[in-house]
């Protein structure tokens, strides 16, 4: 991340002729809002004095206390480079303050920097995330309205001309480059019209930050090409879903904690209780890290998404996979998270059940080598595998029942997810589907 001071700020933006800053923060559901101002309300931004109206934000406060403080976070000043020369755009990433200058409770960044403050009091000095974000590339009809219309039939690692969206993902990247990614690899996922992009590993509030980021400049290019990209999690059946894989790391001044060069598969005793504590927890954390109806779509058999509570070194099923580097590079994969989650959320409940399986000295169960797809329901039972939950509102029930996951989103952003995320189940339960009609208008 770079550094930058107010002075670096003001030159940047005359030297690049930036009109319009843009004040980005995330609401509860990891929508990205923001507060557009001129150039000449940049003093005043930098001062922390831009107040908005919290009240019309998803799960913030009431209209009698909606006075809002938006603190921009200097480090993440960028410009947009696909903004007009005549007058570029550029923005911050905000944390939210009340009136009073204290952190504002419903704030996910905010929250999520309280969990890491919970971390470092265990005596860790950083927690590191590698996100893994799939999406999909839909044509756009004449309008300029998303088709369900893919725009290549491409396979896992396909190139063009079979990839029609290599072009897209490329420029993509450049972007990406120019506004300090570092992008590891792109690629063709394994469904049709589906895409993937990895960059590099960072710290979790910056690597948060680079997701929302990711999202915003995917959707812009891609609309530039003719196309609508979606993170929706499984916007087709009977393809594999988008997930959004996450590697983790714990880091004890500037060691791998997670990695013991004697330890059996060269895990660390800390490393073991992290997946203890997220095996603990996954069941009810699920609702966080797969927070839509449609979360669940994706989290079925045979489509490589996991649907299943286990760990191993050797296979893709279950929920937590050990890629094979050690060293620096040792890191616990959380395969189970989708790109519709808010990721200062999910950030907050992993940490926060991997912390618990290591304050309490938890044990991880025997990892599971086999393909837990071919097993059936008894020796899964058998060998301690539990199933995550089928439905978002099963998943909700799971996080009303623990109270460390629960205390990871804090009152307030607790109370306000499992509102909105309880309506939206409600509007889905109670809806009629075309399935239903293809099913019994006329078999009754």
């Given at each position: 991340?770079?550094?930058?001071t107010?002075?670096?700020?003001?030159?940047?933006?005359?030297?690049?002729?930036?009109?319009?800053?843009?004040?980005?923060?995330?609401?509860?559901?990891?929508?990205?809002?923001?507060?557009?101002?001129?150039?000449?309300?940049?003093?005043?931004?930098?001062?922390?004095?831009?107040?908005f109206?919290?009240?019309?934000?998803?799960?913030?406060?009431?209209?009698?206390?909606?006075?809002m403080?938006?603190?921009?976070?200097?480090?993440?000043?960028v410009?947009?480079?696909?903004?007009?020369?005549?007058?570029?755009?550029?923005?911050?990433?905000?944390?939210?303050?009340?009136?009073?200058?204290?952190?504002?409770?419903?704030?996910p960044?905010?929250?999520?920097?309280?969990?890491?403050?919970?971390?470092?009091?265990?005596?860790?000095?950083?927690?590191?995330?590698?996100?893994?974000?799939?999406?999909?590339?839909?044509?756009?009809?004449?309008?300029?309205?998303?088709t369900?219309?893919?725009?290549?039939?491409?396979?896992?690692?396909?190139?063009?001309p079979?990839?029609?969206?290599?072009?897209?993902?490329?420029?993509?990247?450049?972007?990406?480059?120019?506004?300090?990614?570092?992008?590891?690899?792109?690629?063709?996922?394994?469904?049709?019209?589906?895409h993937?992009?990895?960059?590099?590993?960072?710290?979790?509030?910056?690597?948060?930050?680079?997701?929302?980021?990711?999202?915003?400049?995917?959707?812009?290019?891609?609309?530039?090409?003719?196309?609508?990209?979606?993170f929706?999690?499984?916007?087709?059946?009977?393809?594999?879903?988008?997930?959004?894989?996450?590697?983790?790391?714990l880091?004890?001044?500037?060691?791998?904690?997670?990695?013991?060069?004697?330890?059996?598969?060269?895990l660390?005793?800390?490393?073991?209780?992290?997946?203890?504590?997220?095996?603990?927890h996954?069941?009810?954390?699920?609702?966080?890290?797969?927070?839509?109806?449609?979360?669940y779509?994706?989290?079925?058999?045979?489509?490589?998404?996991?649907?299943?509570?286990?760990?191993?070194?050797?296979?893709?099923?279950?929920?937590?996979?050990?890629?094979?580097?050690?060293?620096i590079?040792?890191?616990?994969?959380?395969?189970?998270?989708?790109?519709?989650?808010?990721?200062?959320?999910?950030?907050?409940?992993?940490?926060?059940?991997?912390?618990?399986?290591?304050?309490?000295?938890?044990?991880?169960?025997?990892?599971?080598d086999?393909?837990?797809?071919?097993?059936?329901?008894?020796?899964?039972l058998?060998?301690?595998?539990?199933?995550?939950?089928?439905?978002?509102?099963?998943?909700?029930?799971?996080?009303?029942?623990?109270?460390?996951?629960?205390?990871?989103?804090?009152e307030?952003?607790?109370?306000?997810?499992?509102?909105?995320?309880?309506?939206?189940?409600?509007?889905?339960?109670?809806?009629?589907?075309?399935?239903?009609?293809?099913?019994?208008?006329?078999?009754?």
């Open positions: 991340m770079a550094k930058y107010q002075e670096d700020i003001k030159r940047i933006v005359e030297e690049e002729n930036v009109k319009y800053i843009r004040l980005q923060f995330t609401d509860i559901l990891g929508t990205i809002k923001n507060v557009e101002i001129p150039v000449s309300q940049l003093e005043k931004a930098l001062d922390n004095k831009m107040m109206d919290g009240s019309s934000i998803e799960g913030f406060v009431r209209i009698e206390e909606s006075d403080y938006l603190y921009p976070d200097l480090n993440t000043f410009v947009f480079p696909w903004t007009s020369e005549k007058g570029k755009v550029a923005r911050f990433i905000c944390d939210i303050y009340n009136p009073d200058g204290t952190p504002f409770d419903g704030d960044r905010a929250n999520l920097k309280r969990i890491l403050k919970e971390m470092e009091d265990l005596g860790f000095s950083n927690f590191n995330l590698g996100p893994e974000p799939e999406f999909f590339l839909f044509k756009l009809d004449a309008k300029g309205e998303p369900l219309e893919l725009n290549d039939k491409g396979g896992y690692f396909d190139l063009a079979t990839d029609l969206g290599e072009n897209c993902r490329r420029d993509i990247v450049l972007e990406l480059e120019e506004m300090g990614f570092e992008v590891e690899a792109s690629h063709h996922e394994v469904a049709p019209g589906q993937e992009i990895d960059f590099k590993y960072a710290d979790a509030i910056t690597a948060c930050d680079d997701i929302q980021t990711f999202k915003l400049v995917v959707k812009t290019i891609a609309r530039k090409h003719g196309l609508h990209a979606t929706m999690p499984k916007p087709l059946f009977g393809v594999n879903g988008s997930g959004m894989h996450c590697n983790l790391s880091f004890k001044d500037g060691v791998n904690a997670f990695y013991d060069q004697t330890g059996d598969l060269e660390s005793e800390t490393a073991r209780q992290f997946i203890a504590g997220i095996i603990k996954a069941p009810n954390f699920t609702a966080v890290t797969n927070p839509t109806v449609n979360s779509k994706r989290l079925v058999p045979g489509y490589e998404a996991p649907c299943y509570v286990a760990w191993s070194a050797r296979n893709r099923s279950p929920l937590i996979r050990i890629p094979a580097s050690r060293g590079s040792t890191r616990v994969e959380v395969r189970s998270v989708d790109p519709a989650a808010n990721p200062y959320l999910a950030m907050a409940v992993l940490l926060k059940a991997g912390l618990d399986g290591i304050k309490n000295n938890l044990e991880a169960p025997k990892p599971i086999r393909n837990i797809y071919v097993m059936n329901k008894e020796e899964r058998a060998a301690g595998i539990v199933d995550l939950p089928s439905t978002l509102a099963a998943a909700l029930d799971n996080l009303k029942s623990d109270e460390i996951i629960q205390s990871a989103l804090g307030h952003l607790l109370e306000h997810f499992i509102e909105a995320k309880e309506i939206e189940w409600d509007m889905f339960r109670t809806q009629v589907h075309p399935w239903e009609r293809d099913q019994y208008l006329t078999q009754y």
